[in-house]
């Protein structure tokens, strides 16, 4: 999300997602799922 509160992204895991994290980089993305399950992403083509 940009600092104006508009979603730059979305993504959806198997199970609930518990908590997420952005790198300073603003294109590294880690979420943790229930199933304890972590999601690295990778944003692209973000202007």
Same mark, same amino acid.
């Given at each position: 999300? *940009?600092?104006? #509160?508009?979603? $730059?992204?979305?993504?959806?895991?198997?199970?609930? /997602?518990?908590?997420c994290?952005? *790198?300073?980089? #603003?294109?590294? $993305?880690?979420?943790?799922?229930?199933?304890?399950r /972590?999601?690295f992403?990778?944003?692209?083509?973000i202007e």
């Open positions: 999300m *940009r600092e104006s #509160g508009e979603a $730059i992204a979305t993504f959806m895991g198997d199970g609930a /997602l518990f908590c994290a952005a *790198r300073p980089d #603003g294109v590294t $993305i880690v979420a943790g799922e229930a199933s304890e /972590l999601h992403l990778r944003l692209e083509n």
